[in-house]
């Protein structure tokens, strides 16, 4: 399968993943809120401690999915950027490589906390100051996507909305990831629009064909 076209199933399965792992996680009991005791937390991760087992083995499938997904997008995008002399598809990738790591500290936490080990504070702060990744996948898709006229101007809007709630989450982090307070709506909002970002951006993708890769013979005659 094309890479291009491959990158619409990936966004999906990304989507479909993250969804899945998070019903996973709340099917018996919603876990402890921000600012949560130890003994609350602790009391959580003994009870459902294979519902965190679970979701925390879905993780890397959805970050497998996402790369491949970013890969793509700017596999799909690149030349219309190189021909604006932009790159905010690059700006895309990083932002990929970002969440996949600081989310990789988020799922390790989680599985401490399955063991016991008072983590739950660094738990939420890996997950707050983690948007940042969200904020630079989305927003630097969503302004490759806007600039080459790849992504109609709402759905563009659309995800950039949802770069700057995830971006003003993070920098909140300091203030929202101990305490439980309203801050953390920001986050929650934008990864909801992420998510339905990134649905919609791959259904795109799968109803309309990849750009066809010039032949040898079309170079030949564009050098000529």
Excluded: C
């Excluded at 996507?145 to 709402?154: E, I």
């Excluded at 909305?161 to 971006?167: E, I, P, Y």
């Excluded at 305490?179 to 920001?186: N, P």
């Excluded at 909801?192 to 030949?220: H, K, M, N, Y």
């Amino acid at each position: 399968m094309h890479s291009q076209r491959l990158a619409g199933w990936a966004g999906l399965g990304f989507a479909g993943s993250v969804i899945l792992a998070n019903l996973v996680t709340v099917a018996t009991e919603l876990p402890p809120q921000i600012g949560a005791t130890p003994a609350e937390v602790a009391t959580f991760f003994a009870e459902h401690g294979d519902a965190a087992r679970i979701s925390s083995a879905i993780a890397p499938i959805a970050w497998m999915f996402l790369a491949v997904f970013a890969a793509g997008t700017h596999a799909r995008w690149r030349k219309a950027e190189q021909d604006r002399g932009e790159a905010w598809t690059i700006v895309g990738v990083i932002g990929a490589v970002l969440l996949i790591s600081l989310f990789a500290g988020v799922v390790g936490t989680e599985i401490a906390l399955v063991d016991g080990a008072p983590l739950w504070s660094l738990h939420n702060a890996y997950f707050a100051v983690n948007a940042i990744g969200i904020a630079l996948t989305v927003g630097g898709f969503s302004m490759a996507g806007l600039r080459t006229g790849n992504l109609r101007p709402w759905h563009a809007y659309l995800g950039l909305a949802s770069g700057l709630l995830t971006l003003t989450n993070s920098v909140l982090a300091p203030w929202s990831a101990t305490t439980h307070s309203a801050l953390g709506a920001f986050g929650f909002a934008g990864f909801g629009l992420w998510i339905i970002w990134i649905t919609l951006t791959s259904a795109g993708f799968l109803r309309s064909p990849a750009p066809v890769a010039a032949t040898s013979g079309d170079r030949e005659g564009l050098r000529g």
